[in-house]
């Protein structure tokens, strides 16, 4: 795990977000990649970027990870409480602060990068796996998603009894304010539970298609919840921005 760039307190949330930065690319132009679970996956994600950059699949991305200064076991990891939208009883520590993160990520985090970027990306991207994936599924069911483009990696759809395709279904009426993409994906040696409730919300979205949303889901033969990880960011980003290189 490298070095953070910068912390970001966040008083309300009782927490210090460690924020890891791979930034420089044609400031003014570059979308911004915001990665969940930075402490773990930001590594990964800036692999994934700079490998798509160089095929010509992707432009050149800035990448912001969000972090805790500890990984997925840490005491000071969050992720439970930050990436869940509900609360479960079922779980021991705190959860079902995803709007409070959502928050702090539109008025704290993202003017903060802007700052430091010197400029307002043209493109806003959200990359996560598993918990950090069910928090992106919740930064897309809002009216005025922060993102336009989205990599949803296994998502934990599973959570408090799928309680995530309610939020889902009830804007699937209110068309999205700009062009928006989201990109799906699981490897087929995951769970069952997290391989039939991706085709779940498959069929969802394919039945109530929301207006202004393009999707694909991808699903990885050979792959399972943590081999999926690398082969999803990198094939996330080129369909993300098909066309855009």
Same mark, same amino acid.
């Given at each position: 795990?490298?070095?953070? @760039?910068?912390? &970001?307190?966040? %008083?309300?949330?009782?927490?210090?977000?460690?924020? *890891?930065?791979?930034?420089?690319?044609?400031?003014?132009?570059?979308?911004?990649?915001?990665?969940?679970?930075?402490?773990?996956?930001?590594?990964?994600?800036?692999?994934?970027?700079?490998?798509? @950059?160089?095929?010509?699949?992707? %432009?050149?991305?800035?990448?912001?990870?969000?972090?805790?200064? =500890? =990984?997925?076991? $840490?005491?000071?990891?969050?992720?439970?409480?930050?990436?869940? %939208?509900? $609360? $479960?009883?079922?779980?021991? $520590?705190?959860?079902? =602060? @995803?709007?409070? *993160?959502?928050?702090?990520? @539109?008025?704290? &985090?993202?003017?903060?990068?802007?700052?430091?970027? =010197?400029?307002?990306?043209?493109?806003?991207v959200i990359t996560g796996h598993s918990l950090g994936s069910l928090f992106g599924l919740y930064a897309l069911a809002q009216e005025k998603p922060l993102f336009d483009k989205f990599l949803v990696s296994s998502p934990s759809v599973w959570w408090d009894e799928r309680s995530i395709l309610k939020q889902v279904a009830a804007v699937a009426s209110k068309p999205l304010p700009r062009a928006t993409r989201a990109y799906f994906s699981v490897g087929e040696k995951d769970s069952a539970s997290m391989t039939g409730d991706l085709d779940i919300l498959e069929k969802q979205l394919a039945e109530n298609p929301r207006e202004g949303l393009t999707t694909t889901f991808q699903r990885f033969p050979t792959k399972n919840h943590i081999t999926a990880m690398d082969v999803a960011f990198s094939a996330g980003l080129e369909w993300l921005f098909e066309g855009e290189s």
């Open positions: 795990m490298s070095d953070p @760039a910068f912390v &970001l307190s966040a %008083p309300e949330l009782q927490t210090d977000y460690h924020i *890891f930065l791979d930034t420089g690319k044609k400031r003014g132009e570059a979308p911004l990649v915001l990665v969940m679970d930075g402490d773990d996956q930001f590594t990964i994600a800036v692999k994934a970027a700079r490998a798509v @950059a160089k095929k010509g699949k992707a %432009p050149p991305l800035n990448l912001a990870g969000v972090g805790y200064g =500890g =990984g997925y076991r $840490s005491p000071k990891n969050r992720r439970a409480r930050d990436y869940t %939208p509900t $609360s $479960s009883n079922d779980e021991n $520590s705190a959860t079902g =602060g @995803a709007g409070a *993160f959502h928050r702090f990520i @539109a008025e704290r &985090l993202l003017p903060e990068l802007y700052q430091k970027l =010197g400029y307002r990306p043209p493109s806003l």
